[in-house]
T-cell receptor, first 111, second 112 residues
Framework: EDKVVQSPLSLVVHEGDTVTLNCSYEVTNFRSLLWYKQEKKAPTFLFMLTSSGIEKKSGRLSSILDKKELSSILNITATQTGDSAIYLCAVEVSGESKYIFGTGTRLKVLA | DGGITQSPKYLFRKEGQNVTLSCEQNLNHDAMYWYRQDPGQGLRLIYYSQIVNDFQKGDIAEGYSVSREKKESFPLTVTSAQKNPTAFYLC???????????FGPGTRLTVT
């Protein structure tokens, strides 16, 4: 059975801290891995990763895929209260055109 | 403005009633998806559609039905056969495969 596991489930940090969120997957035919941020309602897209070892970066956020380890990490440096959200990882399964989501990591950044 | 709209935001129904959740997009996306989100369980795929007049069951399709008569619209019906319908429902669309999904604001359904 295809699955995506995220860790930790929740995390509380203080402003300025750096956090690393993990996503591991077991799928039959991997196509891509995506990260989303969900603050209140609709998840918003952060990154799509298809190639191993290539870091994607946007401001204080960065992510990298390790196909050998079947995992990805999302790093947030110099965290701010506005980073408080649920971070979702999803894997696209090739041939089925669908995405399998992890349970998410709930991040809370304290001022 | 381009985007995905879902209506209503909140929906209350009595047990045994069917209810239809609306999802419309003006992004000209081919693919559309319905997910259900429960606390601590992430997003689970209910149905998805790659093109008009075609759709596939996701992982938890039992008790749900969909239609895709127009490219812009992908309504979801929660039938009385769905045992635990109370949840947050999210609709999404994407240009095609291997592209990111854009999500609507969601509909919170409560069945009592």
């Amino acid at each position: 059975e295809d699955k995506v596991v995220q860790s930790p489930l929740s995390l509380v940090v203080h402003e300025g801290d750096t956090v690393t969120l993990n996503c591991s997957y077991e799928v039959t035919n991997f196509r891509s891995l995506l990260w989303y941020k969900q603050e209140k309602k609709a998840p918003t897209f952060l990154f799509m990763l298809t190639s191993s070892g290539i870091e994607k970066k946007s401001g204080r956020l960065s992510s990298i895929l390790d196909k050998k380890e079947l995992s990805s990490i999302l790093n947030i440096t110099a965290t701010q209260t506005g980073d408080s959200a649920i971070y979702l990882c999803a894997v696209e399964v090739s041939g089925e055109s669908k995405y399998i989501f992890g349970t998410g990591t709930r991040l809370k950044v304290l001022a | 403005d381009g985007g995905i709209t879902q209506s209503p935001k909140y929906l209350f129904r009595k047990e045994g009633q069917n209810v239809t959740l609306s999802c419309e997009q003006n992004l000209n996306h081919d693919a559309m998806y319905w997910y259900r989100q429960d606390p601590g369980q992430g997003l689970r795929l209910i149905y998805y559609s790659q093109i008009v007049n075609d759709f596939q069951k996701g992982d938890i399709a039992e008790g749900y039905s969909v239609s895709r008569e127009k490219k812009e619209s992908f309504p979801l019906t929660v039938t009385s056969a769905q045992k635990n319908p109370t949840a947050f429902y999210l609709c999404a669309s994407s240009i095609s495969r291997q592209t990111e999904q854009y999500f609507g604001p969601g509909t919170r359904l409560t069945v009592t």
